[in-house]
Structure formats: structure tokens, C-alpha cells
Nanobody, 117 residues
Framework: VQLVESGGGLVQAGGSLRLSCAAS????????MGWYRQAPGKERELAAA???????YYADSCRERFSISRDNVKNMLYLQMNRLKAEDTAMYYC????????????WGQGTQVTVSS
């Protein structure tokens, strides 16, 4: 599975961004898709995830402002981020779990999100 993220950039606090992730390869094996993020000097955290059937997970810091979605026909994953804060600044990575796996098996290269205060 290959994953390519896009949509990152520089935005002012309070603004919005939409991240996209295009999946290719053995896409039939993908069950869960997620967005991880890692800020400088901090541990990587799972910001949001979505199952094939649409069940979602959000980190507490993201739940009220972010929305994750996926298009299983186009093999795309999205993350709509609203009311962005400086603390959302991080590298955002698309990652997927294949069927039967208990860990994220494939990762994209990441897209940088920088929120200026």
C-alpha cells in the first residue's frame, strides 16, 4: 500500500485546512485509515481514525474541531481541520491498518501543518 498526503500548509490560528491522502496498491486489504501527527519534541499521536464502515475515533484535542472521512471508491482519506490552534502545528501522517492487523502497517511521508498565532 502506498500513501500520499497533500493539503498541508501555513494557516493563521482560527483558520481551516483539509488534508487528503491517496491510497494505492493493495487497497482491498485496508480496514482502518488514520491521521497521526507529530510536533517537534513531542510523541506521535493518533489524531483521528476511521474504519471501512465509517466508525470514527478522535483524540480529545481534536474531537470538536476535526472531521475525518474516507471515500472507499476513490481510495481517499480526508481530514477537515477547523478552528486551528498553534498547538495543532505538526507533521501529519496518513496511516492504514490492513485486515487482521493490530497496528498501523503503512505510512505516508507526511504533510506539514503550521498554524501561526
Amino acid at each position: 500500500v502506498q500513501l500520499v498526503e497533500s493539503g498541508g500548509g501555513l494557516v493563521q490560528a482560527g483558520g481551516s485546512l483539509r488534508l487528503s491522502c491517496a491510497a494505492s496498491g493493495s487497497i482491498f486489504s485496508i480496514e482502518v485509515m488514520g491521521w497521526y501527527r507529530q510536533a517537534p519534541g513531542k510523541e506521535r499521536e493518533l489524531a483521528a481514525a476511521i474504519s471501512y464502515w465509517g466508525r470514527t475515533y478522535y483524540a480529545d484535542s481534536c474531537r470538536e474541531r476535526f472531521s475525518i472521512s474516507r471515500d472507499n471508491v476513490k481510495n481517499m482519506l480526508y481530514l477537515q481541520m477547523n478552528r486551528l490552534k498553534a498547538e495543532d502545528t505538526a507533521m501529519y501522517y496518513c496511516a492504514v491498518k490492513v485486515k487482521g492487523s493490530n497496528k498501523y502497517d503503512f505510512w505516508g511521508q507526511g504533510t506539514q501543518v503550521t498554524v501561526s498565532s
